[in-house]
């Protein structure tokens, strides 16, 4: 099986920072792309960042600037580091990853549980 853990979360004031992480464990062979997600209640989950194996990365505009993805490949692990925080960030932070199992021959997509972020004003 393959699990994805992300810690980090919580409550900051607007222009503070927090570093978000997601860890990648079981049976993985190979991952490829990792992303955070980000969703508010009634709302659907919008894509923030993408990092790629290479390390190429890509950001939303609304965090462009603020925001820097990135991942340790020896760790199986992906950050998300935010700084000059707005209220309107406030969410709970999803990571996603493209893995490829041990036991499987395609790679598949997996999710964390999600961490709160709060950003009050």
């Known amino acids: 099986q393959v699990q994805l853990v992300e810690s980090g979360g919580g409550l900051v004031q607007a222009g503070g920072s927090l570093r978000l992480s997601c860890a990648a464990s079981g049976s993985i062979f190979s991952i490829d792309i990792m992303r955070w997600y980000r969703q508010t209640p009634g709302k659907q989950r919008v894509l923030v960042a993408t990092?790629?194996?290479?390390?190429?990365?890509n950001y939303s505009d609304s965090v462009k600037g603020r925001f820097t993805i990135s991942r340790d490949k020896a760790e199986n692990t992906v950050y998300l580091q935010m700084n000059s925080l707005k209220s309107e960030d406030t969410a709970v932070y999803y990571c996603?990853?493209?893995?490829?199992?041990?036991?499987?021959?395609?790679?598949?997509?997996?999710w964390g549980q999600g961490t709160q972020v709060t950003v009050s004003s």
């Open positions: 990092i790629t194996s290479d390390g190429s990365t």
């Open positions: 996603n990853a493209r893995i490829l199992p041990n036991y499987s021959s395609t790679y598949r997509d997996y």
